[in-house]
């Protein structure tokens, strides 16, 4: 596992100049002085650089905005129509609801007309937009659907799957990378299945407290498991460790980053876009194994879901953390845009995701 976590993030060997060194001691407590310090470092701003506070927030002020726009009383009300008339139903339900967007959304529609322009082989069109619009509004239906325990309405298409029971049945947690790439609530499956599969999900509550609302409402055992991403960085680290010391898994996305948090840009979709270092340095100073889950909207009731292990958890040098998860974050954008390039619709972060300069960096 060690040589292709290195191959494919072309990681050098141990013993060789900037490459991975056993630690000594058995213990795997993390040194969160020095997390918190990495997650929210300064940098020059460049590609390939760190991207400063005030960037991360400038992007995290764009997408806070368009929470909750249906409220709470349209969720609840999609809900039941969720539970009561099936999906044959909500799939006509979500033409309006897309063409509502298409026609209200001002920032939305620009967000994704620009993702689109970047994706497709050709100019997007207001038909292109809807379509995005609509695969959003019916995959967010779909949602509803697997909270609300009714999987059998979908096809869901597993892929790797062994991986996440083999950590399960050493009792040995990890962080489940997930983004707001398809469905990440389809990627959730194997622990719906087997209860034995204990996972959590890193949430900010603030954000979204209609949704959550509605997620307490259908699965409140999914709710009780919640870690909410806005405390305090010290005591969410600490929360995370607990959760991976009892062997369970976190779910946790690595394509956004909270106020205040260090970005690292790299090529995507042709631009320099900013990824999240906190998941990665995460993995790495609590020596957790990661798994990537991709889990895409491939038309009709089909999701193809996959799993797969990136990281083992072996020990990584705190000089050498910042090389490493550079190397993680390269490897991970590239990925996410070739299942794009094959996915183009399943693309569901509604603000301008290339944003790299603010008022602060000037």
Known sequence: MRVALRE?????????????????????GPRYRGFIAGAQGRGAGRQGQVRPRCAASCIVSHWREQRDRGGLFWLSALSWCARVFGRRFLRVLCVPIAGFFLLTAAQPRRASREYLRRVLPYSPTLGNVFRHFY???????????????????????????????????????????????????????????????????????????????????????????VIDAGMDATRLVLQVREALDRGEMVGIMGDRAAAGEALFHTDFLASPAGFPRAPWLMALVLRAPVVLCWAVYSGANRYNVTFRRVYDGHPVRRRERQAVVQACIRSYAAEMETVLRGNPYNWFNFYDFWLHESPGDN
Do not use: W, Y
């Open 135 to 225: 695969t959003f509004a019916l995959v967010s239906a779909d949602r509803l659907l697997l909270l609300a325990g009714k999987s059998q309405a979908l096809d869901l298409r597993m892929s790797g799957e062994a991986c996440v029971r083999e950590l399960a049945a050493r009792g040995e947690g990890c962080l489940l990378l997930v983004s707001h790439v398809g469905s990440f609530d389809a990627m959730r499956l194997p622990a719906v299945e087997d209860e034995s599969i204990p996972v959590r999900i890193l949430l900010d509550r603030a954000h979204n407290p209609h949704a959550m609302a509605v997620i307490e409402k259908l699965n409140p055992r999914l709710a009780a498991g």
């Open 8 to 28: 494919q993030f072309q990681i050098p060997p141990a013993g060789a100049p900037g490459g991975h060194a056993q630690c000594r001691g058995g213990t795997r």
